[in-house]
Nanobody, 117 residues
Framework: QVQLVESGGGLVQPGGSLRLSCVASGIIFSTYGMAWYRQAPGKQRELVAHITIGGITNYGDSVKGRFTISRGNARHTVYLQMNSLKPEDTAVYYC???????????WGQGTQVTVSS
């Protein structure tokens, strides 16, 4: 059974930082591209950051220079370091695992991030 379990969300003031974690089980983690998506109320889910199996990263335009995605294959974990948070970063953040060749795609349950004073 595949599970992606996110943690680290919460309430933070504008300008603050949070670090999200996503622990994967039931997959060969090193063979999956990993990503973070987010969905704000009334908006479509959007890509925040992606990291390939080789460690190449890609970011949504709105978070470039503020967020950093990384992965620890030994711990089956993907991280999202979020700095200089803004109220518009408020959303539910979802972890995603994708095996491109086998066309497997899995989602976590999401973790709420709220940026407010």
């Amino acid at each position: 059974q595949v599970q992606l379990v996110e943690s680290g969300g919460g309430l933070v003031q504008p300008g603050g930082s949070l670090r999200l974690s996503c622990v994967a089980s039931g997959i060969i983690f090193s063979t999956y591209g990993m990503a973070w998506y987010r969905q704000a109320p009334g908006k479509q889910r959007e890509l925040v950051a992606h990291i390939t199996i080789g460690g190449i990263t890609n970011y949504g335009d709105s978070v470039k220079g503020r967020f950093t995605i990384s992965r620890g294959n030994a711990r089956h974990t993907v991280y999202l370091q979020m700095n200089s948070l803004k109220p518009e970063d408020t959303a539910v953040y979802y972890c995603n695992a994708e095996h491109i060749r086998l066309k497997y795609n899995y989602w976590g349950q999401g973790t709420q991030v709220t940026v407010s004073s």
